[in-house]
């Protein structure tokens, strides 16, 4: 089993700030941002990263349907994959294929959002972030558990693979994948840095 990382590893950039910004009205997004000035504040002394994205999620997402969501992920995804998706994090992910590796990616971001990247890649599993959902099937403004980020990510790793899992190659651009870098016998910490 392979891990890859998404935001930074195989993107140049967060995935999750660039689909809210996109989907988001350039207005709508200036108020959303200054709205954010106390997560930003309480962010600056906690580094908590997990309230900030929550705090993210409930000014930008809370409300919207989750049809609606995964159509608008699924477009943010065709349009930006050119100029978004590094090339030489593109080509390791090949190889292992080609190699029969069971590739996954485990990711901070929302699994929604990720969603049709992993589909295209064919991402044997996504691990990611998950929203909560009410039961009309609309946004909550939370999650469903943490933060896939750290020691969450490797918690969640063992949750679907069991204790013993083995991690061939892991890969991933900051300190909220070294835990997942360390667990493996390869280990890819900011080995891709093309740009498409």
Not at 54 to 77: M, N, P
Not at 81 to 92: K, Y
Not at 128 to 152: I, M, P, S, W, Y
């Amino acid at each position: 089993m392979v891990a890859f990382d998404f935001d930074g590893t195989l993107t140049i950039r967060d995935s999750f700030t660039a689909f809210l910004k996109w989907r988001a009205r350039p207005l709508r997004w200036l108020q959303g941002l200054a709205r954010l000035v106390p997560a930003v504040f309480a962010y600056l002394s906690d580094k908590d990263r997990g309230r900030i994205k929550v705090a993210s999620v409930r000014e930008f997402l809370t409300g919207v349907d989750r049809t609606a969501l995964e159509a608008e992920a699924e477009r943010f995804a065709q349009i930006i994959w050119p100029r978004f998706m590094r090339p030489d994090a593109l080509a390791t992910w090949e190889d292992w294929g080609r190699r029969g590796a069971h590739r996954v990616i485990v990711t901070a971001s929302p699994e929604t959002t990720v969603a049709p990247f992993a589909r295209r890649l064919g991402a044997e599993n996504l691990i990611g972030t998950r929203l909560a959902f009410d039961d009309q099937d609309q946004v909550l403004g939370a999650f469903v558990g943490g933060n896939c980020r750290g020691e969450e990510k490797m918690h969640r790793l063992r949750a679907v693979y069991g204790d013993d899992m083995l991690l061939t190659a892991a890969y991933g651009d900051t300190s909220g994948d070294a835990q997942m870098i360390a667990a493996a016998e390869e280990k890819g910490y900011r080995v891709f840095t093309a740009r498409p």
